[in-house]
T-cell receptor, first 115, second 117 residues
Framework: AQKVTQAQTEISVVEKEDVTLDCVYETRDTTYYLFWYKQPPSGELVFLIRRNSFDEQNEISGRYSWNFQKSTSSFNFTITASQVVDSAVYFCALSELYNTDKLIFGTGTRLQVFP | GAGVSQSPSNKVTEKGKDVELRCDPISGHTALYWYRQSLGQGLEFLIYFQGNSAPDKSGLPSDRFSAERTGGSVSTLTIQRTQQEDSAVYLC???????????????FGPGTRLTVL
């Protein structure tokens, strides 16, 4: 069965702090994709990143970076030098390639960045 | 071009009434998904349409929920005899296809907030 666990329900930091959002997944498939989405207060889901199961290279995009480790079934997301605009709910999701591409979401982590 | 649109943006209904939620996918997208975001529950998959194939209804929580997709474009999610636990934001997403060989990104609509009194 597929499952995504985001153990951190809510995180509060002060601006300029680094913060890491944890994501652990379960799947029996060898081919799958992992995602992070951002949901700001406006409510729309904003796609941040997609990684496939064959690519374990870490990725950096500006202040965002992602650490994918198949050995621990984790796909963690780090925001460096956080800003107030980063305040949102962040969802990690899993999609199995041969399972209609439906997204299995974690319960989300609410990040609050205070000035 | 236009993104995924959903209507209404908000719907308040009384327990026991039926409701219909509409989704207009991005033009040319053959795959369409419905998800539900309940308070404290995260996002859960409800149903998936791909072209003329039989829909994947594995996520529908009860037989009060149904959905159809007419002409391969617009989709309507119907909830019959609504219950208070149906209160949630219902999100629709569409993608180019679901070929099983590679992934096509899902684009989400703004959602319909349903409140059942």
């Amino acid at each position: 069965a597929q499952k995504v666990t985001q153990a951190q329900t809510e995180i509060s930091v002060v601006e300029k702090e680094d913060v890491t959002l944890d994501c652990v997944y379960e799947t029996r498939d060898t081919t799958y994709y992992l995602f992070w989405y951002k949901q700001p207060p406006s409510g729309e889901l904003v796609f941040l990143i997609r990684r496939n199961s064959f690519d374990e290279q870490n990725e950096i995009s500006g202040r965002y970076s992602w650490n994918f480790q198949k050995s621990t079934s984790s796909f963690n997301f780090t925001i460096t030098a956080s800003q107030v605009v980063d305040s949102a709910v962040y969802f990690c999701a899993l999609s199995e390639l041969y399972n209609t591409d439906k997204l299995i979401f974690g319960t989300g982590t609410r990040l609050q960045v205070f000035p | 071009g236009a993104g995924v649109s959903q209507s209404p943006s908000n719907k308040v209904t009384e327990k026991g009434k039926d409701v219909e939620l509409r989704c207009d996918p991005i033009s040319g997208h053959t795959a369409l998904y419905w998800y539900r975001q309940s308070l404290g529950q995260g996002l859960e998959f409800l149903i998936y349409f791909q072209g003329n194939s039989a829909p994947d209804k594995s996520g529908l929580p009860s037989d009060r929920f149904s959905a159809e997709r007419t002409g391969g474009s617009v989709s309507t999610l119907t909830i019959q005899r609504t219950q208070q636990e149906d209160s949630a934001v219902y999100l629709c997403a569409s993608s180019l296809s679901s070929s099983g060989r590679h992934y096509n990104e899902q684009f989400f609509g703004p959602g319909t907030r349903l409140t059942v009194l």
